[in-house]
């Protein structure tokens, strides 16, 4: 018995493709004889001997996958040619569906139009707390992501500039729109003594994404005066022992299939969102900052005095207008600034992630002492492939993501809403549980964003007056994707070049420009993440992705544990880059041809750009990065009073030079 095809048939209408199978779809040749999940063929062939081969389905992931195998000992004439034409027919019956989410009457709830389309979403929404409202943000969300990406060469115009406008008294050093990430970075700017308004869209507090992180990482804030010690032990619900990192491997051949890479201290610090915000929350009154919750942005008017910011109140409707030094932009994935910034291309890869923090998984189907960081159950189903994380929470309660990497497309945008369908449909196959007895506590998701960066200057982060972090940013990892960790690791240097542009007022774009997260050593793994996104329409072997992923993550399994360490928190050099690249390439010499078929060569000569730019940072750090920041800083004081410009254009490359290859500084 020989496999000969594998397919996926990107439907979980799995009844309607073995009725198609078994009573429409007929052989070019050869006998068919209905079988329990398929069919089998039978054909005399010239020799007069009878081959056989076996066809049949099964379902997984919510899509349904086929499988032809050779059920005699004798080769069928024209097997090549059936195996074609059944692979022709299959797709052309069942094509790609990009579904949009239906229409919500005025007299509707959100439950009543969503039950037909996704009848399990609607269900254990309304077993979660707030369900309703986290329900209507996420269909929020959704058409909100989907008419950002359906038209980038028409976005929407936000950004107003006024010339010659009277100088005009204002409030505020800093307003900060989005009150998740931005709400670390308007503490921090806060205690340094600036003015500063938060604005939020939601009630401030509320987050539907959980928070986790190393204790290494946290410790930069800690260092930097943001937080105490206490403050964030206080914050931690959970510390797992270990981190599992796998993925499926039963279609991979042996030289793929790889070992469970062991994580320790990776993500393995759970923080209770509530409590850092509300310790943000304290922080930002105690330092004078005002907050402004349930208003949403409407628009930003620039002039040379200043940014004045139009608002609308959620709850009375009432306009809202502020006056800013400057605009900080941290709305993520929902900000229309980013788009305008850059021509309705601020991103072009995102993770659509839902989850669910929730309590009654069985302990001896998961001991909640250790964590899944990277998990897959299953190959590629519908044209993602679906990854899992698995993250212990407070007492018994877990915190569970399902996600999957996408190149943003107009007629694909991404749904979070068929995400949550497979959620609460295959959650039980990742994790053996009773869905009828789990408590859900709260639901979690997002559009977690990412921007393939050629260089420091290849994404717009600024503009006269406004200046874009953390997701609205989107310059963090396009491998590991987490926009917090970013935040965490690089707020150091951001708030120190932020405030050193406040002081001296450089609030121009190019100024601004000097202020962000970019690194060399992360923007070369995007080719990487490529390798995780299935094109839009493209038939790739269901086992494709598991198979890179499995070459990657198992030979960071047979590394020294700092390595993995170091490779998943952006420490990435130029060294352990290329000597990974090359025993990848070993263990798997079609890695490159797999890659390019899925990036194409336009995208792998965009990426030896990105190469070439981390090469020169790595330079520059072994001939000048030992030595000459802390010269600079010890011209400072003579230099920044004299030249306050040239002194934010040499702090910020003294950062970068050490930053760009995994050698973070204070």
């Excluded at 877990?398 to 190149?407: A, G, N, V, W």
């Excluded at 874009?468 to 310059?475: E, N, Q, V």
């Excluded at 330079?619 to 920041?629: E, F, M, R």
């Amino acid at each position: 018995m020989q496999q000969l095809l594998y397919i996926e048939i990107p439907t979980p209408q799995v009844e309607a493709v073995k009725t198609w199978l078994q009573s429409e779809y007929q052989p070019p040749f050869g006998k068919k004889s209905v079988a329990k999940h398929g069919f089998i063929l039978d054909r005399q062939n010239r020799s007069g001997a009878i081959a056989q081969l076996s066809v049949f389905l099964w379902t997984l992931q919510r899509t349904t996958y086929l499988k032809v195998f050779r059920w005699s000992d004798e080769v069928m004439d024209g097997e090549k040619d059936f195996l074609d034409h059944l692979t022709k027919a299959a797709r052309q019956a069942f094509p790609y569906e990009f579904k949009q989410p239906p229409a919500i009457a005025a007299n509707q709830s959100i439950f009543e139009a969503l039950a037909a389309e996704y009848p399990l979403t609607v269900k254990f929404f309304q077993r979660i707390p707030n369900g309703e409202y986290d329900l209507n943000r996420v269909y929020w969300w959704e058409k909100r992501w989907r008419e950002s990406v359906k038209s980038p060469e028409t976005p929407k115009n936000v950004i107003f500039t006024e010339a010659n406008s009277p100088k005009q008294d204002l409030q505020y050093d800093i307003v900060y729109l989005g009150g998740a990430l931005g709400a670390i970075h308007a503490a921090m700017l806060a205690k340094l003594g600036y003015r500063v308004c938060l604005v939020e869209r939601i009630p401030f507090g509320r987050m539907n994404r959980e928070w986790n992180i190393s204790r290494t990482e946290f410790q930069n804030l800690i260092n930097f005066g943001l937080f105490t010690k206490e403050e964030f032990e206080s914050m931690i619900t959970a510390e797992y022992v270990d981190g599992f990192n796998k993925f499926f491997d039963s279609n991979n051949p042996p030289h793929l299939k790889a070992k469970v890479l062991h994580t320790p201290t990776v993500l393995n610090i759970a923080i209770d969102t509530n409590s850092l915000l509300e310790i943000c929350s304290k922080k930002l009154h105690q330092y004078g900052a005002v907050i402004c919750d349930r208003t949403e942005f409407q628009k930003v008017v620039i002039s040379d005095s200043g940014a004045t910011i139009f608002a609308k109140n959620l709850e009375t409707s009432a306009e809202v207008i502020l006056n800013s030094r400057l605009v900080i932009d941290a709305m993520g994935s929902a900000s229309a600034i980013a788009q305008q910034l850059n021509a309705g291309q601020a991103f072009d890869s995102v993770c659509p992630t839902v989850g669910a923090v929730l309590e009654g998984i069985d302990k001896h189907v998961w001991d909640s002492q250790y964590g899944d960081v990277l998990f897959s159950h299953g190959d590629i189903s519908r044209g993602r492939q679906l990854i899992w994380e698995l993250f212990p929470a407070e007492k018994d309660e877990l915190t569970i993501y399902l996600f999957h990497y996408h190149q943003v497309h107009p007629e694909n945008a991404g749904s979070l809403l068929e995400m949550y369908e497979d959620f609460f449909t295959i959650l039980p196959e990742y994790r053996r549980c009773d869905m009828e007895k789990l408590v859900w506590k709260k639901a979690t998701f997002g559009y977690i964003t990412g921007h393939y960066s050629l260089n420091e200057d290849s994404k717009k982060c600024a503009f006269d007056r406004i200046l874009a972090i953390g997701d609205a940013a989107s310059l963090q990892s396009p491998l590991v994707f987490t926009g917090f960790g970013s935040l965490v690791r690089n707020l150091p240097r951001l708030a120190t070049l932020l405030d050193t542009a406040l002081k001296h007022d450089l609030l121009n774009a190019d100024d601004l420009n000097q202020i962000n997260a970019y690194q060399s050593n992360i923007a070369v793994t995007w080719l990487f993440s490529k390798g995780m996104m299935v094109p839009t329409g493209m038939h790739l072997p269901p086992e494709r992705v598991n198979s890179m992923l499995n070459t990657f993550f198992g030979l960071l399994a047979d590394e020294p544990q700092p390595v993995s360490d170091r490779f998943i928190k952006d420490r990435l050099n130029w060294l352990m880059f290329n000597r990974l690249a090359l025993i990848a390439a070993f263990k798997n010499p079609k890695l490159i041809l797999w890659i390019l078929q899925m990036a194409g060569t336009k995208d792998l000569l965009k990426w030896l750009s990105s190469y070439g730019a981390f090469t020169r940072s790595s330079l520059a750090n072994a001939l000048l990065g030992g030595w000459l920041p802390q010269l600079m800083r010890s011209c400072q004081t003579w230099l920044e009073p004299k030249n306050p410009r040239l002194w934010l254009r040499l702090l910020s490359w003294s950062y970068a030079l050490n930053y760009s290859v995994g050698k973070p500084v204070d």
